[in-house]
């Protein structure tokens, strides 16, 4: 696996959910296995699966979280000084050119991306179209309503 992009931000979440999973929910899950343990027969106890199952989740997610982080390119969108292009990390002002409407993204890794929060995938269609351009530019992203113009209006880095 080569390098991965992502945010300062997004690793710090990455780093604090890891904490998370070995400092609280890791001990929890031991703990309700050996109280399930406790009750005797393990071949029809719920409680003793339903811990198991989580423990196999936990494990998982550490395992992939601690992957990610070893492989992470950790990128500061502070320190970028890409002379006003879109580049990973940057934070764009865009207009819809049929609609007016005027929205606000920020390009981030597969892993931190979140329509809600106004981050989009380096890999999304947008991401895609956005790279490289310049404020004043129009880009065309092809969407499932069909194809749409956005005027990006301004390129930041923070």
Wanted: net charge negative; charged share 30%.
């Amino acid at each position: 696996m080569g390098t991965v992009p992502i945010t300062k931000h997004g690793a710090e979440l990455m780093k604090a959910e890891l904490h998370r999973l070995k400092t609280k929910d890791r001990p929890a899950v031991i703990n309700a296995i050996s109280e399930a343990r406790a009750q005797g027969d393990l071949s029809e106890n719920a409680e003793y699966d339903a811990a198991k199952e989580r423990q196999s989740f936990i494990e998982g997610r550490i395992a992939d979280l601690e992957g990610k982080l070893s492989a992470a390119q950790i990128i500061d969108p502070a320190m970028l000084d890409a002379e006003g292009r879109v580049v990973f990390a940057s934070t764009v002002h865009l207009e819809d050119l049929e609609t007016g409407q005027k929205v606000t993204y920020q390009i981030v890794g597969e892993d931190e991306a979140d329509l809600k929060e106004k981050k989009v995938s380096i890999t999304s269609p947008i991401a895609r179209a956005l790279i490289g351009k310049y404020a004043g530019d129009v880009i065309e992203v092809q969407a499932p309503s069909g194809i749409r113009e956005y005027e990006v209006l301004e390129v930041l880095y923070i």
